[in-house]
C-alpha cells in the first residue's frame, strides 16, 4: 500500500511505533511479548501499533512455530528517511553537515557550534560502541 506523506507522518507520529522501530534496530528481530516487555505495554497494544506498522511497509513478519519475529524493513526506512530530508528546513540535506541557513541566523555562533560538536561526539561514541561489539575477524 502507498502512503502520501501525510499518511506516514501520521503512522511515524506515535511515540510507541518510533520506540517499536528503534528496538528491532537495536536487537533485531523480536516477536510481541518480548516488545511488550521492553515498553512497558499490553501485548495487544504492541500488536496494533505493529500491525499498522506492517500496513505501511515499515516491519516485516515471519511466523516461525509459535513465534512471530518482527524486523525492520531496510528499504522503507531509507524510503522514510529521504522523505524527511525532502521537508526537513535544517539545510542539511540529511547530510549530517552544519546547517548554513541556522547558523547564519543565529546570534550566538559559538554556542550553536559547541551544541553541534556535542551532538557529533555523542554520535561517534555510538558508532564506536558498535564498533566494539563486532565479532573480531581473524
Known sequence: MIYSKAEMFKILGVENRIRIIDLLKEKGALGVNELSETLQITPSAVSQHLKTLRHAGLVRNE???????????????????????????????????????????????????????????????EVRNQMKELPKKK
Do not use: F, M
Request: hydrophobic letters at 30%; proline letters at 2%; a negative charge.
Open 63 to 125: 511466523r516461525k512455530g509459535y513465534w512471530v519475529p518482527y524486523k525492520i524493513n531496510e528499504e522503507a526506512l531509507e524510503e522514510c528517511h529521504e522523505l524527511l530530508s525532502e521537508v526537513c528546513s535544517c539545510g542539511c540535506k540529511g547530510t549530517g553537515r552544519i546547517r548554513d541557513g541556522e547558523l547564519d541566523a543565529c546570534d550566538d555562533k559559538l554556542a550553536l557550534l559547541k551544541r553541534w560538536e556535542n551532538e557529533l561526539q555523542k554520535e561517534l561514541a
